[in-house]
């Protein structure tokens, strides 16, 4: 059947008169076996994520996903805003956008100043961990948190989007 499809059932061009199939074939019976097949083209979405960098004593903040987790088990992520209970204040320092399936993701990197609070209530959460920007190349990162982490510490006085100002 395999080799049916790849030499005499084309798509867009099928050689139903070579076809040992046709007497039995729906498409050509209603005369549109050259529309066939038909793809339904998947809904693209778009999601807006917003996550904090934050550095204390040249340590960085990330957060360790649980090793039972479906998701990046075990993996260390630049952790979201929302899940640290803090607000985004003013321009991100870095946006990116990257497509996982049909989600396009558009990813604010926000660079905060840690209270002391915050600090404290950050500490109580089994799953943030601070992490030596030196110790980053040995971090079970995904690679575009470790991409991110690594312009947003040599950013040089860049802008948000990547270009100097």
Request: hydrophobic share 40%; aromatic share 4%.
């Given at each position: ?62 957060r360790r ?11 260390a992520e ?87 100002p």
């Amino acid at each position: 059947m395999m080799e049916l499809g790849a030499t005499v059932c084309r798509k867009g061009v099928p050689d139903c008169a070579k076809c040992p199939l046709a007497e039995w074939c729906d498409a050509q019976k209603a005369g549109d076996a050259q529309a066939l097949p038909r793809f339904v083209s998947k809904e693209r979405k778009e999601a807006v994520v917003e996550r904090a960098l934050i550095t204390r004593e040249g340590k960085i903040l990330l957060r360790r996903n649980p090793h039972t987790a479906k998701r990046l088990a075990g993996m260390a992520e630049i952790p979201v805003l929302s899940s640290l209970g803090v607000e985004p204040a003013g321009e991100p320092a870095l946006v990116r956008r990257r497509t996982i399936g049909t989600v396009t993701y558009e990813e604010k990197l926000h660079a905060l100043e840690p209270k002391v609070v915050e600090i404290r209530r950050w500490a109580k959460d089994g799953e943030l961990e601070w992490v030596a920007a030196e110790a980053l190349d040995g971090a079970a990162l995904s690679g575009p948190h470790r991409r991110w982490l690594g312009e947003w510490l040599s950013r040089g006085g860049r802008t948000a989007r990547g270009k100097r100002p």
